[in-house]
């Protein structure tokens, strides 16, 4: 319910689906959200590699989700900084459906468990950096973030 509430400005008419509220499915924003959590947290369960090493090599990040992806990640701070001055908290839930997004489409266009020890180190960074901001996203709205679904 918090989601949905926060979607909307303090200026604006209030239009609440309770059917779309119960959906488990991608027509519900927090399930798409949340969901999106718990599948990063089981692509990193999965990775013999815990903790993706702090010299990863980025530049093999190339693909167009990937950029997206990444792009959009490095938004969340000013978002939050502008959210503090501006108040405009629908700001929130927007951003972390955008990011959910990008990181679902990533993940259909691109296998993160691979071969290719450079490249899925460096997405395993990619992917623990979505579930920090993710996570972040939640827990200022005050949801939680499931790591299965």
Do not use: W
């Amino acid at each position: 319910f918090r989601f949905f509430m926060l979607q909307y400005s303090a200026n604006s008419h209030l239009d609440f689906d309770l059917d779309q509220a119960k959906e488990r499915s991608e027509k519900n924003p927090v399930f798409y959200v949340q969901y999106a959590c718990a599948r990063i947290h089981g692509i990193l369960a999965k990775s013999e590699i815990r903790n993706p090493k702090s010299e990863t090599n980025l530049k093999v990040l190339i693909h167009p989700t990937e950029l997206a992806l990444i792009k959009q990640l490095i938004k969340f701070p000013d978002l939050v900084g502008e959210i503090s001055q501006d108040y405009q908290v629908q700001k929130l839930p927007f951003y972390a459906i955008g990011l959910a997004d990008r990181f679902h489409n990533f993940y259909e266009k691109c296998r993160v468990i691979s071969k290719d020890n450079q490249k899925q180190q460096a997405r395993l960074a990619l992917i623990s950096a979505c579930q920090i901001v993710l996570k972040n996203c939640l827990a200022l709205m005050g949801i939680s973030a499931p790591e299965k679904m």
